[in-house]
């Protein structure tokens, strides 16, 4: 599920300094979420919309000019997070079946990749909504520990990758 598009969508005179984190596509890079440079919607305004309220354990994926990056919500310090039309959510229902770190890595694959930047430029401004993410290739092992040994090994992977970056940019000190 993608945030509310037109009249429902809160303008910037709607902002505050603290609330519910109204999360754009520019707050999710590298794997992460920016739940403290975002920008907030008070919870009332919040609960005037229809749809995009995404919750701890979510992965959000950008789609509209920024395609493609990847992160799972976590820390939200609010019951909910409020994405705008750029940021989509994918809940995992059952857990049994599939793996959060798995579709976190799944989507992160060159595989994937590939194919959303593909998909994505089939008009004039990159873009894939959700009716096109319904067509998207989610291919997982039926084996629900295999997808968490997947998902492990690259979520792992991914965190030394970003203190190796840390380390670099700030010094071995960090």
Known sequence: ????HGQKHPTA???VDYGIPFL?????????VDLKNCKFITKERA????????????VLITHKATIGEVAILNELGSEYAVLTPQVTYYRIIEKSKLNLKY?????NSLEFQKEIKLESTQ????????TRQHKLNIKFPVDI???EKIGKIIFTFDNLITLHQRKEFFGNDS
Not at 1 to 4: H, K, Q
Not at 24 to 32: L, P, V, Y
Request: glycine share 12%.
């Open 1 to 4: 599920m993608d945030g509310n």
């Open 123 to 130: 008009s004039t401004r990159a873009y894939i909504g959700i």
């Open 103 to 107: 579709l976190y890595a799944f989507f």
């Open 24 to 32: 754009m596509a520019t707050d999710i890079t590298d794997g992460k």
């Open 13 to 15: 005179s709607e902002y």
């Open 145 to 147: 520990k295999e997808q």
């Open 47 to 58: 609960e005037k919309l229809d749809k995009g309220f995404a919750k701890n354990g979510d």
